[in-house]
């Protein structure tokens, strides 16, 4: 796999703003010539959202052939840099063995293509979303999806070689396409792993057999304390919920004091006095594990890095086996380098959450080197076949040096 192109640029008019990155894009094919692009990745921030068929038609126009995948978002991402709540553009093109992968949608399914994993966009405003994602997951080999939920303040799309809106598109990769991909958490766990004794729909009444409601405020520090005076910490407080069934390990990391990549953070929206409940911003049937949380921006940076040592890892491990009847004088083993990348983050996540603008691509630069990027700010991220929230989902696709 050679390594992706990739371009961004910045204009009050998307017209410009292609215009910036279309020259990029031609001078880094010309130096890597024999170079066909075949997959292209473009997120466009909210502001160009009502021009989005336009601006996909001129990408059409000067890269024929190409198959196209992205989404909107209030912000969009590219290599060590972000543009958060500007007209902004990231386009990244690779090029693939087209019997390599298949963009999809409700108009384009799979039918015939035997998906090892895939990408997805999706409307947040889809109903029964989780089922949706859950479907897709089932129709891989491997389970895995990565991606995210568009997010807008206008016009919410996601690109599958058309522009959409409403329910899943993406594109899915053959079994030969390399990649490695991580979730990194945002927030902390303040309490311990906390079993579901008694819940209906997105109302929790119990946890270990006692009051929700009493558990969290213990959890908090605030026990015995009325619930409207310790608002201000409650406001500050979300949940993470996590299925045993999930865990590669049986263990969680809550009891490490930082959540794994089982965990799915979620509002908490209300509280039941009446019934020593709280409610959730999701279903909770009994048998899930609970821990309450807070945003913490050390945490998060240290999670994000973790995740890059990790991908590097395994991308260029410290020993590598020789092949059968190769001496080790000998031995030149092969070290897969990075093709390119795609990071979706929370919109709440950012520059804003990590203290300085571009602070999060920042990091993931330092970890990864200067390597093609693209990416956006989304209203939900999507791993494996979850739909998570405050969280990173980055994914390098790999080559062979």
């Not at 543009?83 to 963009?103: G, H, I, N, T, W």
Request: hydrophobic share 45%; net charge negative.
């Amino acid at each position: 796999m050679k390594t992706f192109l990739q371009a961004h640029a910045t204009h009050p008019d998307w017209r410009y703003a292609l215009a910036m990155v279309q020259p990029q894009l031609q001078a880094q094919q010309r130096e890597r010539v024999p170079y066909a692009p075949t997959l292209g990745w473009v997120y466009l921030t909210d502001h160009y959202a009502a021009q989005a068929e336009a601006l996909l038609a001129e990408l059409k126009q000067h890269w024929p052939g190409v198959a196209w995948v992205g989404a909107v978002g209030i912000g969009v991402a590219a290599s060590g840099v972000e543009y958060f709540d500007e007209p902004a553009l990231s386009v990244m093109l690779a090029e693939l063995p087209r019997e390599q992968f298949r963009v999809f949608s409700g108009a384009m399914p799979l039918a015939g293509f035997a998906a090892h994993t895939a990408q997805v966009h999706a409307d947040p405003n889809t109903q029964d979303l989780a089922e949706l994602v859950a479907d897709m997951s089932d129709r891989t080999a491997t389970g895995y999806l990565f991606g995210g939920l568009a997010s807008a303040r206008s016009r919410t799309l996601h690109i599958a070689d058309t522009v959409l809106q409403g329910g899943l598109s993406g594109v899915a990769f053959a079994a030969g396409t390399g990649l490695v991909s991580r979730v990194t958490q945002g927030c902390q766990p303040v309490g311990r792993l906390r079993t579901i004794t008694g819940s209906s729909n997105n109302v929790i009444t119990s946890l270990d057999g006692e009051g929700a409601l009493d558990c969290l405020l213990a959890d908090l520090g605030l026990a015995g304390r009325e619930p409207r005076d310790a608002l201000p910490q409650i406001r500050q407080t979300l949940v993470g919920l996590s299925d045993p069934a999930d865990r590669d390990d049986g263990v969680s990391a809550s009891h490490r004091g930082a959540f794994g990549p089982d965990t799915r953070v979620r509002h908490l929206i209300g509280l039941d006095p009446a019934r020593r409940g709280i409610a959730i911003g999701d279903t909770a049937p009994e048998g899930l594990q609970l821990a309450f949380c807070q945003r913490n921006t050390e945490a998060a940076k240290r999670d994000l890095v973790r995740i890059c040592a990790e991908i590097r890892e395994e991308l260029e491990p410290e020993e590598m086996p020789l092949p059968a009847g190769v001496p080790e004088a000998a031995a030149e083993p092969a070290v897969a380098a990075i093709a390119g990348a795609v990071y979706v983050s929370c919109s709440g996540r950012g520059g804003p959450h990590f203290g300085a603008p571009s602070a999060e691509l920042a990091i993931v630069r330092r970890a990864l080197g200067d390597v093609p990027l693209v990416g956006f700010f989304a209203a939900g991220e999507i791993a494996r076949h979850h739909v998570y929230g405050y969280t990173g989902v980055l994914t390098v696709f790999t080559a062979t040096r």
